[in-house]
C-alpha cells in the first residue's frame, strides 16, 4: 500500500529526529570520554548507535511504502554540560521528546486504517517506553547517590555504566 503523504512527512521527520538523537548521544558520549568517565562514554556511544538503527529502520521502511525520503538539517548537538545529572536530565528529555513523536505518528496511522504502519510503530513504542524507564532509572540513581559530588560513587556508577553490552 502506498504511503499516505502526511504520513510520509512524519516518519521522514522522525528518520532526522532519531539521526539527530545520535549526534546528541555522541556528543554526550564526548562530554563523558572528556572526564575519562569510559563506562558512562560507551553507555552514551550504544545509545547512539541504537539511534542510527532506529533512523535505518524509518528509512527502509518508508522506502518499502514507496515513499520519497527527505534529510533535513542537523542541528548542533549540546556539548556544554556541567554535570552527570544534566546529561542525564537531557537524555531523558529527548527520549519523553522521541516517544511523543512516535505516538504522534502512531495516532495518525490509526486514524488512517493504516494498519500495516501501526504494526511496523508498535516495536518503536514498546522499546521507548524501555528507553523511558531506563533513562529515568539512572537519572534517579545519580540524584540519590549524589553522583555529581561524590567521587567514589561516580567512579563506580561509571564502572556499572560500562558493563551494558
Known amino acids: 500500500?502506498?504511503?499516505n503523504k502526511e504520513l510520509e512527512v512524519l516518519l521522514n521527520n522522525q528518520i532526522n529526529m532519531e539521526l539527530a538523537a545520535a549526534y546528541q548521544y555522541q556528543a554526550m558520549a564526548a562530554y563523558f570520554d572528556e572526564r575519562a568517565l569510559e563506562g558512562f562514554a560507551?553507555?552514551?556511544g550504544n545509545q547512539a548507535k541504537e539511534e542510527m538503527e532506529h533512523s535505518k529502520k524509518f528509512y527502509e521502511y518508508v522506502l518499502?511504502?514507496?515513499g520519497k525520503i527527505e534529510f533535513l538539517g542537523l542541528d548542533k548537538p549540546k556539548m556544554d554540560f556541567t554535570s552527570v545529572r544534566e546529561v542525564f536530565e537531557a537524555a531523558l528529555a529527548h527520549e519523553e521528546a522521541v516517544t511523543a513523536s512516535i505516538e504522534n505518528i502512531h495516532?495518525?496511522?490509526r486514524e488512517l486504517g493504516d494498519y500495516g504502519a501501526e504494526v511496523f510503530l508498535n516495536?518503536?513504542?514498546?522499546?521507548?517506553?524501555?528507553e523511558e524507564e531506563q533513562a529515568q532509572k539512572f537519572l534517579d540513581k545519580i540524584i540519590s547517590l549524589d553522583v555529581d559530588n561524590n567521587n567514589a560513587t561516580l567512579y563506580l556508577l561509571d564502572k556499572e555504566m560500562g558493563k551494558r553490552d
Open 42 to 44: 560507551s553507555w552514551m
Open 107 to 109: 495516532k495518525l496511522a
Open 64 to 66: 518499502k511504502r514507496n
Open 1 to 3: 500500500m502506498k504511503l
Open 123 to 130: 516495536e518503536f513504542a514498546e522499546e521507548q517506553e524501555e
